[in-house]
């Protein structure tokens, strides 16, 4: 059985005005991207029992921010790769000593997410495509036609796959060693309103909800399209997150729970994340921090405020 330590952010010297859109974790730094237009940076505590600090990063921008990640780099170094409401990538290097963001541009409509895995950052947009690009010379590798807009995109990490949820209702499973034209495999038939839900795990794994009470898992490397198991829900799915040191797979709902599924026994529980509130929250970006003997994992919440929590 998993135990639960909970801790919500309430109060910081930094606090964001409104929805936090964007989630990103190095270690047990955090950052926040907020539709107020700022990034900042958090380090968590090593207890729970001791407060949340804010780090002395704040970067502003000129548009509203809709996803975050983060990439470390060489000693205390990372990027910062965000998309916002607009058709550009912008790149932050904290080694450069410099506010202003790089830009990858290349999308001809609005960029609906980002990923970043090593020096190659994942983007998904609007335009009908989803992009590969070079983050040590910001330039695009290649780009993959989709039949309608991308919702997301996201690496399978150490393999070279490429997982994208498109608006048409299907999940494209991309290898770009076969082809840069098509999917490898596809699955299809989603009428989740939030089938950008999507995540990944090593041995491209990949969990996607097919509607709004079921989240399929796929093993495609040995069951291609077929699923190989799911997970019943109450509730919308509204983020997903593998937690590879446990082999378990969270999901956050429409309605403030986490519900967990470990892999190896298929066996589930149900954590509240808002106990004891009535005005009830979607869990809608869910990030995962491997600690010893733990994993921490960081959430938002659709309206205002995010949390961490610890599972053993």
């Not at 936090?20 to 958090?42: E, H, M, P």
């Not at 790769?81 to 830009?103: F, L």
């Not at 209702?169 to 076969?178: A, E, I």
């Not at 950008?196 to 898992?217: R, Y």
Request: hydrophobic content about 40%; proline content about 5%; glycine content about 6%.
């Amino acid at each position: 059985m998993l135990k639960l330590e909970l801790a919500i952010v309430s109060a910081t010297e930094r606090q964001h005005e409104g929805t936090i859109a964007g989630l990103a974790c190095i270690g047990n730094q955090v950052f926040t991207a907020g539709q107020d237009k700022r990034i900042l940076s958090f380090q968590l505590p090593k207890q729970r029992s001791l407060p949340v600090s804010f780090m002395g990063l704040e970067l502003r921008n000129a548009e509203k921010f809709v996803d975050l990640q983060a990439v470390p780099r060489m000693g205390s170094d990372f990027t910062l790769v965000a998309s916002c409401n607009d058709s550009d990538v912008r790149i932050w290097n904290s080694g450069a000593r410099k506010e202003a963001p790089s830009t990858l541009s290349g999308h001809v409509a609005a960029v609906t997410g980002v990923d970043a895995m090593d020096n190659f950052v994942l983007s998904s947009s609007w335009d009908q495509t989803a992009r590969v690009w070079d983050l040590h010379h910001e330039a695009e590798i290649v780009a993959l036609p989709h039949p309608a807009g991308v919702h997301r995109a996201l690496f399978c990490p150490l393999s070279r796959t490429i997982m994208t949820s498109c608006a048409n209702g299907t999940l494209g499973c991309w290898d770009l060693r076969v082809s840069n034209d098509s999917p490898t495999c596809s699955m299809g038939g989603s009428t989740s309103e939030f089938s950008q839900a999507l995540a990944t795990a090593p041995g491209d794994l990949v969990a996607w909800p097919i509607s709004d009470s079921e989240v399929e898992i796929f093993d495609v490397p040995r069951c291609g399209s077929r699923s190989i198991t799911s997970l019943q829900l109450s509730s919308p799915a509204r983020s997903l997150q593998f937690l590879p040191q446990a082999r378990v797979l969270s999901c956050g709902d429409a309605n403030s729970k986490l519900l967990t599924m470990k892999l190896e026994d298929l066996s589930i529980q149900q954590f509240d994340l808002q106990p004891g509130k009535s005005d009830r929250q979607a869990v809608t970006r869910l990030r995962c921090v491997p600690e010893d003997g733990s994993e921490m994992l960081t959430f938002l919440f659709s309206k205002h405020g995010w949390g961490y929590a610890r599972l053993t």
